[in-house]
């Protein structure tokens, strides 16, 4: 079946660093999503992007949909503590509308 | 306030018994997801609803996982007969209409462990 391959799988940073994290796909998705999740939570949408070479941004957050439509990144400027959390992407694929494809996650630790 | 509603948060039963699980969507909701979540990794796609209807179901799904949606507004998830590889988290979500593809709304999820 379809997989989304993550990385790095967990990032100890500095507080105030960028973090960087990418999702690759062996095949093509029509819709990529970054979520977070914080423990005792469930996942809670960051960015959504529908279009090829689309970037996005929320806030400190930027991602994109890569040109070939098979990867996306996440990047997140001058990192807080309450960035800890697991961060997840998603895609879509070409045979359905509403079954999520998950990678596995990028756990994200801050050094204060 | 009222976001996705699931309980029970915890549940810990014995191999060969059966669990159900509840799911409450925000309320304009029509359409409701189930996924499955192990440690260390993403949620898997169980099963989608629309209004009461059950539109999509994982080939993954074994036939002792049901769900149900009766009237369009809660629904539940039966396990019967658990197996320990059922330990996991079960997170429902729920999305608007027209929804925005992709957008799920989880909620806190209930945590199973068979033992």
């Known amino acids: 079946g379809q997989q989304l391959n993550q990385s790095p799988q967990s990032m100890f940073i500095q507080e105030g660093e960028d973090v960087s994290m990418n999702c690759t796909s062996s095949s093509i998705f029509n819709t990529w999503l970054w979520y977070k999740q914080e423990p005792g939570e469930g996942p809670v949408l960051l960015i959504a992007?529908?279009?090829a070479g689309e970037l996005t941004s929320n806030g400190r957050l930027t991602a994109q949909f890569g040109i070939t439509r098979k990867d996306s990144f996440l990047n997140i400027s001058a990192s807080i503590p309450s960035d800890v959390g697991i961060y997840f992407c998603?895609?879509?694929?070409?045979?359905?509308?509403?079954?999520?494809?998950w990678g596995a996650g990028t756990k994200l630790i801050i050094k204060p | 306030d009222t976001g996705v509603s699931q309980n029970p948060r915890h549940k810990i039963t014995k191999r060969g018994q059966n669990v159900t699980f509840r799911c409450d969507p925000i309320?304009?909701?029509?359409?409701l997801y189930w996924y499955r979540q192990t440690l260390g990794q993403g949620p898997e796609f169980l099963t989608y609803f629309q209004n009461e209807a059950q539109l999509e179901k994982s080939r993954l799904l074994s036939d002792r996982f049901s769900a149900e949606r009766p009237k369009g507004s809660f629904s539940t998830l039966e396990i019967q007969r658990t197996e320990q590889g059922d330990s996991a988290m079960y997170l429902c979500?729920?999305?608007?209409?027209?929804?925005?593809?992709?957008?799920?709304?989880f909620g806190e999820g209930s945590r199973l462990t068979v033992l």
């Open positions: 309320s304009e909701h029509n359409r």
């Open positions: 979500a729920s999305s608007a209409r027209p929804a925005i593809p992709g957008e799920l709304f």
């Open positions: 992007l529908y279009k």
């Open positions: 998603a895609g879509l694929g070409m045979d359905s509308n509403y079954q999520l494809i």
